[in-house]
């Protein structure tokens, strides 16, 4: 009996000691997570900083987006207008221009007519002299002819360059409305101004060329022959380099045309004129 005693307390007392043994190795759950909820709410807590940070930064560069866009309107509006009043004089310069030009080409006409009348009458004064009134008649013809030739030819370019200078006046609104639009025009604006100088620069010819006579210089029977084709070959070499002038304006004109065209939308935005150069040199 004393044994069985002694037994069952020695099995108490070394459960008791593994109870207390297990109790010291144990985990504890409840502290280990409170440490665990702490963590994640720190990370939260940067998070949001973080976020917050970010929005800041983003709000402030859309501000500097916003203020540089508008300063950028701002300029390319103040470039326009600009633009615009450069423009608006030119065109005034183009008018001016053919006003002038017309101006000129009557004064021309006037200062050949009163030259012509003299020249004419010194013919008909040399031609007496001719034995053979016939040839001297024929020489009188040709005379009359080389200067109808001239004029007429003159008259025609004038009025071609006067219609030269209308399309590109309407290139010029085009490009005008194309720009205030928001297109880059200024390659149109330099073929403008090109074509603007090959048409000045053909109207003076133009104008030169009209004031020109081609008289045919008498001396003897056997010489007028050759005195005829003098004048008339002078008065080819002449037309001739003046009809190369007036191409080429005709040339930069259709070059501007061609650039206006290939400017993207261009017409969306304007009505279209006729630009197309339809005259020719004669």
Request: aromatic share 2%; charged share 20%; with cysteine.
């Given at each position: 009996?004393?044994?069985?005693?002694?037994?069952?307390?020695?099995?108490?007392?070394?459960?008791?000691?593994?109870?207390?043994?297990?109790?010291?190795?144990?985990?504890?759950?409840?502290?280990?997570?409170?440490?665990?909820?702490?963590?994640?709410?720190?990370?939260?807590?940067?998070?949001?900083?973080?976020?917050?940070?970010?929005?800041?930064?983003?709000?402030?560069?859309?501000?500097?987006?916003?203020?540089?866009?508008?300063?950028?309107?701002?300029?390319?509006?103040?470039?326009?207008?600009?633009?615009?009043?450069?423009?608006?004089?030119?065109?005034?310069?183009?008018?001016?221009?053919?006003?002038?030009?017309?101006?000129?080409?009557?004064?021309?006409?006037?200062?050949?007519?009163?030259?012509?009348?003299?020249?004419?009458?010194?013919?008909?004064?040399?031609?007496?002299?001719?034995?053979?009134?016939?040839?001297?008649?024929?020489?009188?013809?040709?005379?009359?002819?080389?200067?109808?030739?001239?004029?007429?030819?003159?008259?025609?370019?004038?009025?071609?360059?006067?219609?030269?200078?209308?399309?590109?006046?309407?290139?010029?609104?085009?490009?005008?409305?194309?720009?205030?639009?928001?297109?880059?025009?200024?390659?149109?604006?330099?073929?403008?101004?090109?074509?603007?100088?090959?048409?000045?620069?053909?109207?003076?010819?133009v104008t030169a060329q009209s004031a020109k006579t081609y008289p045919i210089d008498?001396?003897?029977?056997?010489?007028?022959?050759?005195?005829v084709s003098t004048a008339r070959a002078s008065l080819n070499t002449d037309l001739?380099?003046?009809?190369?002038?007036?191409?080429?304006?005709?040339?930069?004109?259709?070059?501007?045309?061609?650039?206006?065209?290939?400017?993207p939308n261009v017409d969306a935005a304007t009505t279209t004129p006729e630009t197309?150069?339809?005259?020719?040199?004669?």
């Open positions: 009996m004393r044994n069985k005693i002694l037994g069952g307390m020695c099995g108490v007392g070394l459960l008791a000691i593994v109870s207390v043994a297990f109790a010291q190795t144990a985990p504890m759950p409840t502290l280990y997570r409170a440490g665990e909820q702490g963590a994640p709410a720190a990370a939260k807590e940067a998070r949001q900083t973080a976020q917050q940070d970010m929005q800041a930064a983003r709000g402030a560069l859309q501000q500097q987006m916003q203020g540089a866009r508008e300063q950028l309107q701002q300029n390319l509006q103040s470039l326009r207008g600009e633009a615009s009043t450069s423009r608006m004089m030119f065109r005034e310069e183009m008018a001016s221009s053919t006003a002038a030009f017309r101006a000129q080409m009557q004064s021309a006409r006037q200062a050949f007519q009163a030259k012509r009348d003299q020249e004419r009458s010194d013919l008909q004064a040399k031609l007496k002299d001719i034995k053979d009134q016939r040839k001297a008649q024929t020489v009188a013809n040709l005379d009359q002819r080389f200067t109808d030739i001239n004029q007429k030819i003159t008259s025609q370019w004038s009025d071609t360059l006067d219609r030269l200078q209308a399309l590109l006046s309407k290139v010029s609104s085009r490009a005008d409305k194309a720009a205030a639009n928001g297109s880059d025009v200024s390659a149109v604006d330099a073929a403008i101004t090109a074509a603007q100088g090959a048409i000045n620069t053909a109207r003076t010819a008498v001396t003897t029977d056997s010489a007028l022959k050759s005195a001739q380099s003046v009809r190369s002038l007036v191409q080429a304006a005709h040339k930069s004109l259709s070059d501007a045309v061609q650039l206006l065209q290939s400017v197309t150069a339809t005259t020719s040199a004669q």
